[in-house]
Nanobody, 124 residues
Framework: QVQLVESGGGLVQAGGSLRLSCAAS????????MGWFRQAPGKEREFVAA????????VYADSVKGRFTISRDNAKNTVYLQMNSLKPEDTAVYYC?????????????????WGQGTQVSVSS
């Protein structure tokens, strides 16, 4: 069982930065992939970024590539999402997820555990 708790969301102006954190419980953190997804009002949940258990593989959605950076600290059981050059269209609830990915890091169904979400709002 893995429990995930996100933090770091908030309100920021366009062009600003935020860093999200996701703290995980459990002893198997380093063996699971971690992903960030987001859901804007009236839209489906979408993939943002993911990182393998070792941190050796990382993938981003095209919409955030070059602006967002995912990283993890296995000693602290924490995954981060550094978000720079934020845009109003980045406004959403951001969720972190954990799972043993077998097919694709970008698919939400590959993740077994989800956090409660943290709101990110970007004003223009």
């Amino acid at each position: 069982q893995v429990q995930l708790v996100e933090s770091g969301g908030g309100l920021v102006q366009a062009g600003g930065s935020l860093r999200l954190s996701c703290a995980a419980s459990g002893r198997t953190f380093s063996s699971v992939a971690m992903g960030w997804f987001r859901q804007a009002p009236g839209k489906e949940r979408e993939f943002v970024a993911a990182i393998s258990g070792s941190g050796g593989f990382i993938v981003y959605a095209d919409s955030v590539k070059g602006r967002f950076t995912i990283s993890r600290d296995n000693a602290k059981n924490t995954v981060y999402l550094q978000m720079n050059s934020l845009k109003p269209e980045d406004t959403a609830v951001y969720y972190c997820a954990a799972g043993r990915v077998y097919t694709s890091y970008t698919l939400s169904r590959e993740y077994d555990y989800w956090g409660q979400g943290t709101q990110v709002s970007v004003s223009s």
